[in-house]
């Protein structure tokens, strides 16, 4: 049985999703949700409903996590294995961090390259799979139809 690895951050099944909180006052959205206050400072808002964010986006910066970090990261594979995290600007405006999927490394995004949300094991235990969104490296329309023209 695989479950997310943290309840109520993004959805599962063929099209996943990231959940933000919008303020119901002024439409501020935050992630992770947002339950207390509103984020905006010019808001007093504390009612929030749930929305999907976009499950497209481009890459705003990317890096390579060389060292592993501290509890309570799971690595994926015992000995460490390095992997890409790229922050992802979504076209709501905020930008989301991220590991990069499964085979993917910094080679294959650059500033602006565009992504996509997919939800991969991250790691298994007693209970089963858990499950962790990542950023898929995809081709923009440009580099499709330029594909097809050759």
């Given at each position: 049985m695989s479950t997310p690895a943290i309840e109520g951050w993004f959805t599962t099944g063929p099209e996943p999703a990231?959940?933000?909180?919008?303020?119901t006052e002024c439409g501020?959205?935050?992630f992770p949700a947002e339950r207390e206050?509103?984020?905006n400072p010019a808001c007093s808002g504390e009612s929030f409903e749930?929305?999907?964010l976009s499950r497209r986006g481009t890459v705003w910066s990317y890096t390579d996590a060389q060292y592993q970090p501290p509890a309570?990261?799971?690595p994926?594979?015992?000995?460490y294995v390095p992997f890409a995290l790229a922050a992802v600007e979504l076209p709501e405006g905020l930008v989301i961090l991220g590991q990069l999927a499964n085979g993917f490394g910094?080679?294959?995004?650059?500033v602006g390259?565009?992504?996509?949300?997919?939800?991969e094991t991250a790691w298994t235990d007693e209970d089963g799979e858990k499950t962790m969104w990542k950023w898929l490296p995809t081709r923009s329309d440009n580099e499709a139809e330029q594909e097809s023209v050759k």
């Open positions: 990231l959940l933000a909180s919008a303020c501020n959205l935050a206050f509103c984020k749930t929305r999907e309570p990261y799971i994926a594979a015992d000995p910094v080679n294959d995004v650059k390259s565009p992504v996509e949300l997919v939800v």
